[in-house]
């Protein structure tokens, strides 16, 4: 499974440099105390739609994973995600799968999705 790090965004006119990562049929994001400051963005330039799931192992929020398509050349923003439905307590990260529409193993190439996880800037009083 691989992981995916944020890369932290500045405020003020500064910038950030974002490098996409190649997709994974799994994959986890590490969340830090600041977690409602990260925003996902996923891209594809694959011909096979993929079905994005965000597993919901919190200890809250009803335990529903959150889905998503994700078409050829299209681009979807996911966040900010609710640590207590989705952020496994015991790891402090999130689980991403990406599947066929159906559920079944991507049949595109897994590397054409690219995933960029980004924080957001922090406010003074967090």
């Keep these: 499974m691989a992981d995916f790090n944020k890369i932290v965004t500045l405020r003020n006119a500064a910038s950030a440099a974002v490098t996409p990562t190649n997709g994974a049929a799994t994959f986890e994001v590490v969340y830090d105390r600041s977690d409602e400051n990260i925003v996902l963005r996923f891209t594809s330039t694959d011909a096979t739609a ?10 809250g929020g009803g335990g529903t994973d959150m889905t998503f398509q994700l078409t050829q050349n299209e681009i979807k ?16 990260r999130v ?32």
């Design 95 to 126: 689980h991403f799968k990406i599947t066929n529409v159906n559920g079944s193993a991507y049949s595109g190439t897994l590397t054409n999705i690219k995933v960029e996880v980004i924080g957001l800037p922090k406010t003074l009083t967090n």
């Design 50 to 59: 993929a079905l994005i799931t965000v597993v919901a192992d919190g200890t």
């Design 77 to 92: 923003y996911v966040g900010a995600l609710e640590s207590m439905r989705f952020k496994r307590a015991s790891t402090g």
